[in-house]
C-alpha cells in the first residue's frame, strides 16, 4: 500500500530534550510538508522540502530543524528552542509536477512535554 | 502573504439537514482552494478542491462554491450523517507551473461539524 507513515503515534519527552519525529512516504513524491496542529488554530506549516538536500522554513520553523537526506523520508527535530513543543504534528507529501495538488496527509505524531 | 479566515468554528446538525462552511482569503493571487477532512485521530484528507476557473464543483452530497470577486468559498454537505461528523479545514493556494509551484497551502482555522442522529 502506499502511503506516508510517520512514527510514534503519540511520544513524550522532558523539557530540554531534542526529539526527533519521523516521516516515510512511497508515494514517489518530491515535496514533503510538516505541519503543527494546535487546537483553534489549524495547521502551520513548519518546514517544506521540495526536492531532495533541499528545503525552506514555513510560517512557525523557529525552535525546529528538518533534513531530506533521502526522497522518502523527511525527518522533523523539535529543540529544546522551542518554547511550546506539546502539539499534533503532521507530515504531508505532493507531487508537484503531477498536475494533481492534493497533499497526503499522515496519520500524526501527538508530542507532550512536561 | 495569505491568510484564510474560517467560519464557524463549530457547527451541529441534525441528520438529514444541510451544513455549510465558509473561508474567506486575503491574496487576489491564489488560484486553488481545497477543502480537508479530518477524522478524530487521524490525518486530513482531501474530499474537494476548485479553482478559480470555476464557480462550482459538485461531487455526491458535497459542494463547494467559489466567489473570485468577494475572495471567498464556501462548503456545502447536503443530506449530512453522523459519518460527516469531524474537523473541516479549508485552505488556498496559489498553483504555479512547474518547478516554481511550491505546493505550500494556507489553511484556516478548521470547523467541527457534529451531526446529531
Known amino acids: 500500500d502506499g502511503g506516508i507513515t510517520q512514527s510514534p503515534k503519540y511520544l513524550f519527552r522532558k523539557e530540554g530534550q531534542n526529539v526527533t519525529l519521523s516521516c516515510e512516504q512511497n508515494?514517489?513524491?518530491?515535496?514533503m510538508y510538516w505541519y503543527r496542529q494546535d487546537p483553534g488554530q489549524g495547521l502551520r506549516l513548519i518546514y517544506y522540502?521540495?526536492?531532495?538536500?533541499?528545503?525552506q522554513k514555513g510560517d512557525i520553523a523557529e525552535g525546529y530543524s528538518v533534513s531530506r537526506e533521502k526522497k522518502e523520508s523527511f525527518p522533523l527535530t523539535v529543540t529544546s528552542a522551542q518554547k511550546n513543543p506539546t502539539a499534533f504534528y503532521l507530515c504531508?507529501?505532493?507531487?508537484?509536477?503531477?498536475?494533481?495538488?492534493?497533499?497526503?496527509f499522515g496519520p500524526g505524531t501527538r508530542l507532550t512535554v512536561t | 502573504g495569505e491568510n484564510v479566515e474560517q467560519h464557524p468554528s463549530t457547527l451541529s446538525v441534525q441528520e438529514g439537514d444541510s451544513a455549510v462552511i465558509k473561508c474567506t482569503y486575503s491574496?487576489?493571487?491564489?488560484?486553488?482552494f481545497p477543502w480537508y477532512k479530518q477524522e478524530l485521530g487521524k490525518g486530513p484528507q482531501l474530499i474537494i478542491d476548485?479553482?478559480?476557473?470555476?464557480g462550482e464543483k459538485k461531487d455526491q452530497r458535497i459542494a463547494v462554491t467559489l466567489n473570485k470577486t468577494a475572495k471567498h468559498f464556501s462548503l456545502h454537505i447536503t443530506e449530512t450523517q453522523p459519518e460527516d461528523s469531524a474537523v473541516y479545514f479549508c485552505?488556498?493556494?496559489?498553483?504555479?507551473?512547474?518547478?516554481?509551484?511550491?505546493?505550500?497551502?494556507?489553511f484556516g482555522q478548521g470547523t467541527t461539524l457534529q451531526v446529531k442522529p
Open positions: 485552505a488556498a493556494t496559489s498553483l504555479e507551473h512547474g518547478s516554481s509551484n511550491t505546493g505550500k497551502l494556507i
Open positions: 491574496d487576489s493571487a491564489s488560484n486553488y
Open positions: 476548485i479553482r478559480s476557473n470555476v
Open positions: 522540502s521540495q526536492i531532495v538536500n533541499d528545503f
Open positions: 508515494l514517489n513524491h518530491d515535496a
Open positions: 504531508a507529501s505532493t507531487n508537484r509536477t503531477s498536475g494533481t495538488y492534493e497533499q497526503y
